[in-house]
């Protein structure tokens, strides 16, 4: 069938991030000088798996004869690819003249394929097939795209293990880099940085904020420095990142409330062992109603797909004040 992928979907259900993998991407990250999220690095790697792909089967292919494009001249003994028929392999066997006068002149060839012969018009200049294949189903872009539509998830899951198994690599506020390439960030910088927080009077500060009081070295990518005073931060027990997700905020910890730095004695829980199996559907169904943050997460659950929720607000959150964060609350 024409347009195939070149990549079978289960290509990607089976695929383990290797060693060459990760290596490659710290040297994607070494020259890009730049922290990246692993859905990025996951685009990276997607990228580069399906070029080499697409480059080992066009080199297969054309060992098994040449390109047929339309607009060739072609010999009886010639043996021929077609990529528009699957990348089906045959031979010319016959050679003759074209009968069409509004097509001027070409050639027609009867080329023998495992299915039986099949004729083809050669030295025929106005043609679509003229252009090498590029098929947008199999064109590389095209493909990576479809690719991560339909096992982005999976495979930022996969490649989030290889990373955070790698000691070289670091990350910080969903973003990784190599530790080699880090700004040094030293115990002079955080103690300006904990001057700067203590005169913002209790209001958090994103650290492009700090970063004009935090006197790292000229030159340095601004997105480095940034990333490297993060890491420095959260190594330093003084701070706490406090922002969403997606922001990042710092606060000193010793001017958090109580309830921030402890967790509440009203939502202090000990696990009881028991047998979900024996729960009837109204216990698992008011389970689920009640979605606080001790509810487990349905497996089906797409956090992508969750465009508004509902909370209750359960005995233990109403007296300490807090909202839950189920897994529900947390995507959204």
Known sequence: MAGTPLISEN?????????????????????LETPLTTRELV?????????????????????????????????????LVFPALDWRKGQVSELRAGLNPTAGSFDVITVEMDSGARMFA?????????????SERNDPGHEKETILRANGHELEKKLEAALG?????????????PRALLVSVNAGHLNVAEAALDMAAGEPLPTNSLL????????????????????????????????????????????EPDGVRQVPLQLQYSPVEHDRT?????MVALEAQLDDE???????????????????????????????LSARARAL
Request: hydrophobic share 40%.
């Open 43 to 79: 685009s990276v790697l997607v990228d580069a798996r399906v070029q080499v792909e697409h480059a080992a089967a066009q080199k297969l292919h054309a060992e098994d004869g040449k390109t047929y494009l339309p607009k060739e001249e072609y010999r009886v003994g010639d043996r």
């Open 165 to 177: 198994a790698d000691q070289e690599l670091v990350r910080i506020a969903g973003r990784w880099f």
């Open 294 to 324: 001790l509810t487990p997460a349905a497996k089906d659950f797409l956090p992508d797909d969750v465009p508004s929720i509902t909370i209750s607000l359960i005995y233990p959150h109403l007296r300490a004040g807090t909202l839950p």
């Open 278 to 282: 024996a729960l009837t559907p109204g």
């Open 212 to 255: 004009k009081d935090v006197s790292l070295p000229d030159g340095v990518n601004p997105k480095l420095a940034e990333f490297s005073l993060n890491l420095a931060l959260q190594e330093d027990e003084r701070f706490d990142e406090v922002g969403p997700a997606g922001e990042v905020l710092w606060f000193l910890r010793r001017l």
């Open 122 to 134: 050669a030295r025929l200049g106005d043609h679509r097939l003229n252009e090498a294949p590029s």
């Open 11 to 31: 290509y990607w259900h089976t695929l383990q991030v290797s060693r060459q993998d990760i290596e490659f991407l710290h040297n994607h990250l070494f020259e």
